[in-house]
Structure formats: structure tokens, C-alpha cells
T-cell receptor, first 109, second 114 residues
Framework: GQNIDQPTEMTATEGAIVQINCTYQTSGFNGLFWYQQHAGEAPTFLSYNVLDGLEEKGRFSSFLSRSKGYSYLLLKELQMKDSASYLCAVLDYGQNFVFGPGTRLSVLP | DVKVTQSSRYLVKRTGEKVFLECVQDMDHENMFWYRQDPGLGLRLIYFSYDVKMKEKGDIPEGYSVSREKKERFSLILESASTNQTSMYLC?????????????FGPGTRLTVL
């Protein structure tokens, strides 16, 4: 079966660093994506990992370990506008995107 | 600028009505998808299509059908709307072999069935 797990909610303080974890079990693996979704809006692409290791993009970094079925999204220097849901998704062999339930991040002043 | 558009942002229908949700993309993508998103359940795949006139069932196809007569357009049909189909519906598209290419999402349609 397909299963992706993420924490439901997280809270952090403005200026801090937060790590959002994602574990997955899917029928095949063609890459892992992270999306950001503000309330009432569509998800927007943040990052993509297909090889093990860390990908850095400004304040956001994403890490992948294929052997452990594990990824994390690291957000540095948190800003109020980072309050959103963060979705982890795996592209399986059937070219389907399997999504986790999303993690709602609240950034407090 | 890539674009996926959906016919309505908000829709209110009555139980038993036939509902059409339309999605159009201008990126020449082969793959198109329909999801529904509910609190605590995340995005769930209803149907997807890899090419014109082709369709595949996703995880929750019951109560829905789809139509893809042209490459750029993918329609979701609720034959007889029910209250448990009240949800946010998101359309997305991607290239056939997505690889590092992400899905692009439309703005969503919030459907309420009374």
C-alpha cells in the first residue's frame, strides 16, 4: 500500500529554525516533492529530491534518505508569512503523486 | 507563466444535481489530475489522465466521472451530488514523465452541496 506520514501541526517562533519530517512507503520512487499551501490557496512547489542528500534553496532545504524512506524540510529564519501547510508528496512508478496529510505550521511573533 | 485555471472558485449545489468542474492548462502537459482535499485527510486522487480520451481511477473515484476530449481540458463530473462531496477540488497537470518536473495546481474550487 501507499503511506506517507507527517506531523499534523507544528509551532515555531519568528526567526527560529523548524524541521518538518516525512516518512513514506510507496509502490516505487521517482522523487519526493515538498509543497507549500497557504489557507484557501493551491499548493505551490518548494523542492524536489531524487538522490540522497540535502538540497538547499535559500531559506529552505530538503533532505532525502531513500534507504530509510525519510525526508525533511528545513525552514530557517522563519517569517510570519511561512505560516502555511507543508505537503510531502512522492512520485511513484505509475507517475502518480502520492500526498501526505500535510503539516500545518504556525509561526508566532 | 504557467497556468492552470478552474471554472469556479466557489460553487453551491443541491443534493442530486449534476455538477461539472472544468480545468484548463496552457502548458501542453500530457498528465492531468483531479484531487479533493479535506481537513486531516490531505490530497486524495480522484481520477487522472495521461492523454486525450484516456482516464484512470485514483484512490476515491466513486461518485465521480471525468472527461478529457482535448489535451488542455480535463473535466470532473459529479453525476448526482451528495453532501459528502462537499470539499475543495484541485486540478493539477504535469509532463508525461514528470521526473523533476512538479505538478502545477489550479486555484481550487470549493464546492458546497446542500
Amino acid at each position: 500500500g501507499q503511506n506517507i506520514d507527517q506531523p499534523t501541526e507544528m509551532t515555531a517562533t519568528e526567526g527560529a529554525i523548524v524541521q518538518i519530517n516525512c516518512t513514506y512507503q510507496t509502490s516505487g520512487f521517482n522523487g519526493l516533492f515538498w509543497y507549500q499551501q497557504h489557507a484557501g490557496e493551491a499548493p505551490t512547489f518548494l523542492s524536489y529530491n531524487v538522490l540522497d542528500g540535502l538540497e538547499e534553496k535559500g531559506r529552505f532545504s530538503s533532505f532525502l534518505s531513500r534507504s530509510k524512506g525519510y525526508s525533511y524540510l528545513l525552514l530557517k529564519e522563519l517569517q510570519m508569512k511561512d505560516s502555511a501547510s507543508y505537503l510531502c508528496a512522492v512520485l511513484d512508478y505509475g507517475q502518480n503523486f502520492v500526498f501526505g496529510p500535510g503539516t500545518r505550521l504556525s509561526v508566532l511573533p | 507563466d504557467v497556468k492552470v485555471t478552474q471554472s469556479s472558485r466557489y460553487l453551491v449545489k443541491r443534493t442530486g444535481e449534476k455538477v461539472f468542474l472544468e480545468c484548463v492548462q496552457d502548458m501542453d502537459h500530457e498528465n492531468m489530475f483531479w484531487y479533493r482535499q479535506d481537513p486531516g485527510l490531505g490530497l486524495r486522487l480522484i481520477y487522472f489522465s495521461y492523454d486525450v480520451k484516456m482516464k484512470e481511477k485514483g484512490d476515491i473515484p466513486e461518485g465521480y466521472s471525468v472527461s478529457r476530449e482535448k489535451k488542455e481540458r480535463f473535466s470532473l463530473i459529479l453525476e448526482s451530488a451528495s453532501t459528502n462531496q462537499t470539499s475543495m477540488y484541485l486540478c493539477a497537470s504535469s509532463f508525461r514523465l514528470a521526473g523533476s518536473d512538479t505538478q502545477y495546481f489550479g486555484p481550487g474550487t470549493r464546492l458546497t452541496v446542500l
